[in-house]
């Protein structure tokens, strides 16, 4: 008889074994992400397959959008940039810096009765998000302003004046 060897190859084997191979590479990629700054699928890619080149692209966008639809991550529709992705669960806000990209974390007074939205009756949320666009200290300190080659921002003070 072939008891051990097909047993090795049931369905209940492989399935195992590739529930652990998930696991494992979910941990790679949850632990990259809880690392990272609030990355873009592709940069938080880039991390893991720093790690774990065996780790495809499809795998990693997959499970951030497993996780993220479970709500166990959360996913940022920051305006002006692509989709990101956030380990941190705690409410709080962003704060994106419109002119190097920067995007922190922001907290404040009030912020969770806010983001709760616990007066709005009969109503159940399920994520909210509070995004400000501006711009942050370091740019402010190196002067830095929005005018990069944007003509509609010909008003602002140029580098030249502020330097
Ligand atoms: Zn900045
Ligand atoms: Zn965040």
């Known amino acids: ?5 097909s047993f090795r190859k049931s369905a209940f084997v492989m399935r195992n ?8 590479q979910k941990r790679i990629i949850m632990g990259a992400l809880e690392c990272a700054d609030h990355p873009t699928a592709t940069e938080l890619y880039e991390d893991v ?5 065996h780790i495809s692209k499809a795998t990693v966008f997959r499970v951030l959008s497993q996780y993220a639809e479970n709500g166990e991550i959360r ?3 920051l305006p002006g940039t692509d989709e990101r992705y956030d380990a941190t669960m ?3 806000a962003h704060m994106r810096c419109a002119i190097c990209g920067r995007i922190e974390d922001v907290s404040f007074p009030g912020l ?11 109503f ?6 509070l995004d400000f666009v501006g711009r942050c200290r ?3 300190e190196a002067g830095r302003t929005l005018n990069g080659g944007d003509k509609e921002t010909e008003n602002t003070v140029s580098d030249g004046a502020s330097a």
């Open 1 to 5: 008889m072939h008891m051990a060897r």
């Open 17 to 24: 074994m590739k529930k652990q191979r998930n696991t494992a």
């Open 49 to 53: 397959h720093a790690v774990n080149p």
């Open 75 to 77: 996913r940022l529709h």
């Open 90 to 92: 705690t409410p709080h």
């Open 112 to 122: 969770e009765n806010i983001l709760g939205a616990s007066e709005l009756e009969g």
């Open 124 to 129: 159940e949320i399920y994520s909210a998000e």
């Open 138 to 140: 370091q740019c402010a």
